[in-house]
């Protein structure tokens, strides 16, 4: 065959070809028609026509016959059709088939895809914790330190013991079994439950009982009844009220003490932290010092040093940082409890507080008897140096935050700064959502600076610091205010 009769079988290329095609697909129903219609016209009598076949070309009389080609598969994608060009037959029902299996693993394939993605999120997020009650293969004897308010039925539901067998190990009456706070008991038990584990809370400012025991997911009965009887039902700011924390309650109490059965305890030497958040060191202060007479006409008696503490603060003149032992005690408290709530990571300088022993200190009129405290304003990331020169350099969110927490020990009497920068110091209390009634009773600001309102007032060249007073102390006597 010739290469110009291969290009002429292309339909694309040929239409009358196509149109071949189509003839020769309809040319047996034409000659079975035919067929019929002589045989009727024969029997009416009628002569039979017959039509004349079209003269056939020479140059097409090498071609197959067009019923005798195979149906052509539809153009590919990618390849170009022309106008003009027709496709007759349509894909193989095979053929659709293998696409539609293949469309189907796809979306199984999405699927899989979809549910490992999830597994992956799920495995990614973290765990919550897990209270893990160790179990022993045999049973042995513990020692466990009774909680203040602990009962019998508590005790041996906790270690999945009989009652009448606690009494019995411990000789107690059973008609009437008697504990108490601090006493240990023998028990014998393959059940090890985790310690609990006792902190001190400092009450803030729009506490009551019942928000307390929910924050700390406790009883409120036993928050107030049985840990700090002695404590008024009417508490205000700066109380410390004992918490007894159990991880069988909240598993995300981690327990302070490693020993199986037995009651634990907060480490003395720091505050409760914040989720997220490490624990911030408090130093020992020093036991014993009082102020004595009014803090511009005043001593210490047996005087105490701030200690250093890097974490929380910096001690400008360590021959000045003396003070009472209520005041130095408070004012750790308050710094640690600022940087817990905030956040705040820059540098708190200390200034001037009290000489050792007490007395005139220049250039200052007061800070002679232990209860003065200058502390500069927090400054802004970026500010060289840590004196704020100008409002503008005050990070006011943290002052606030710092003044928030000294008034939250309830044991603070004045607070001094500029009128003038008052204002700004009530705009970043206000951003805190601070009420409208801790405004008024914190800060002078906006009554004129001779009123007497607000624990922060009025005093003139404090511009660049605080000046913190604090209260004289239950066991100072001696110690006057003004």
């Not at 006493?183 to 059940?191: E, G, N, Q, S, V």
């Not at 004595?292 to 210490?300: A, E, F, T």
């Not at 503490?309 to 000045?320: F, G, M, Q, S, V």
Request: glycine share 8%; charged share 25%.
């Amino acid at each position: 065959m010739s290469e110009s009769t291969m290009r002429l079988t292309d339909p694309r290329e040929s239409p009358r070809l196509t149109r071949a095609r189509l003839e020769g697909r309809r040319r047996p129903w034409a000659r079975a028609r035919a067929v019929v219609a002589g045989g009727a016209l024969a029997l009416l009598g009628l002569p039979l026509l017959t039509a004349a076949s079209p003269p056939v070309d020479p140059r097409f009389s090498d071609l197959p016959d067009p019923g005798e080609l195979e149906e052509l598969a539809p153009p590919s994608e990618d390849t170009e059709v022309r106008e003009g060009a027709s496709t007759l037959a349509s894909p193989p029902e095979q053929d659709q088939d293998e696409d539609h299996d293949t469309s189907i693993e796809d979306e199984s394939a999405v699927e899989e895809q979809d549910q490992d993605e999830a597994e992956a999120e799920e495995a990614s997020e973290p765990e919550a914790p897990k209270v893990e009650i160790k179990v022993l293969r045999k049973p042995k004897w513990i020692k466990h330190t009774v909680v203040p308010g602990e009962r019998i039925d508590e005790i041996a539901d906790r270690y999945q013991i009989r009652r009448a067998s606690l009494i019995r190990w411990n000789k107690l009456d059973p008609k009437r079994p008697m504990i108490y706070a601090g006493r240990d008991l023998a028990i014998y038990t393959k059940h090890i439950p985790p310690p609990q584990q006792q902190i001190l809370y400092t009450v803030q400012f729009g506490d009551t009982w019942s928000k307390i025991a929910k924050a700390h997911n406790v009883d409120a009965d036993k928050l107030r009844e049985r840990w700090n009887p002695k404590v008024p039902r009417k508490f205000k700011a700066g109380q410390e009220i004992v918490i007894w924390l159990d991880p069988l309650n909240d598993p995300s109490v981690l327990a302070a003490s490693s020993s199986a059965g037995s009651a634990g305890k907060a480490s003395a030497g720091t505050t409760p932290g914040i989720a997220g958040r490490p624990k911030l060191p408090l130093s020992t202060i020093k036991r014993g010092a009082v102020s004595v007479g009014r803090p511009n006409r005043g001593k210490i008696v047996n005087g105490a040093q701030l200690p250093e503490n890097a974490k929380l603060y910096t001690i400008r003149k360590p021959d000045e940082s003396f003070g009472s032992t209520h005041t130095l005690h408070n004012l750790q408290l308050a710094i640690a409890n600022f940087r817990q709530d905030t956040g705040f990571s820059g540098k708190l300088v200390i200034g001037s507080i009290s000489k050792r022993g007490g007395g005139r200190l220049r250039p200052h009129s007061s800070h002679q008897s232990g209860r003065d405290v200058d502390i500069r304003l927090p400054v802004k990331a970026g500010v060289k140096g840590t004196i704020a020169t100008s409002a503008s350099e005050v990070d006011w969110d943290a002052s606030w935050g710092l003044i928030r927490a000294l008034v939250a020990t309830g044991e603070i009497q004045y607070i001094f700064l500029s009128h003038s920068l008052q204002k700004y110091l009530y705009k970043a209390a206000k951003r805190s959502g601070a009420s409208k009634d801790m405004l008024e009773r914190v800060i002078q600001y906006p009554n004129k600076s001779g009123t007497n309102h607000g624990i922060v007032r009025h005093a003139r060249g404090h511009t660049s610091h605080i000046h913190i007073r604090f209260t004289c102390a239950a066991n100072e006597s001696r110690c006057e205010s003004y």
